[in-house]
């Protein structure tokens, strides 16, 4: 028997693999894939708002007047509008923070992981659009003109 000569299952294997790489492998995922995506990149950007926070609270021990400056720029609309994603990437990953410790240390969890994925996501909205208005109410009064 020799060692080059191909089965029909091996050959079918390699029509089905070529065919994958026609239509492309990019995966698209379920729900429970893109939690996951989300949780890490909510949880980076947070730990980044941290170490900024952490060096501009330093700026007043270094220098009292450069850090005024600095939070006086924090009061512009594109901080206040990064303001509103840093609450909504903080929520989302608290809340799906929680998910998670349910999936893995509930007995029911896994079976009710996508539930509590739509769940959360129901409940980041319900905070989120009444947060989001009260937050950007007084920079869109500043902008557009108000009381």
């Known amino acids: 028997m020799s060692t080059t000569a191909s089965t029909a299952s091996e050959a079918a294997a390699s029509d089905r693999a070529g065919a994958s790489r026609r239509q492309g492998t990019f995966y698209r995922g ?9 949780h890490r990149i909510t949880g980076v950007l947070t730990f980044f708002f941290l170490f900024v926070h952490v060096l501009d609270t330093a700026l007043v021990r270094v220098s009292p007047d ?3 400056e600095v939070i006086e720029t924090y009061k512009t609309p594109l901080v ?3 303001e509103v994603g840093l609450v909504g990437a903080v929520l989302f990953h608290a809340l799906n923070g929680i998910r998670v410790m349910l999936v893995d240390f ?8 996508k539930p509590m994925l739509w769940t959360i996501l129901a409940i ?3 905070v989120m659009i009444p947060g989001a208005f009260f937050m950007m109410k007084r920079t869109v009064e500043v902008m557009f003109g108000g009381n």
Do not use: I
Request: no cysteine; hydrophobic share 45%; glycine share 8%.
């Open 30 to 38: 379920d729900p429970g894939m893109w939690s996951w995506v989300l």
């Open 124 to 126: 980041w909205v319900v």
């Open 106 to 113: 509930w007995e029911k969890g896994p079976k009710f992981q």
């Open 80 to 82: 206040n509008l990064l």
């Open 66 to 68: 450069t850090y005024n």
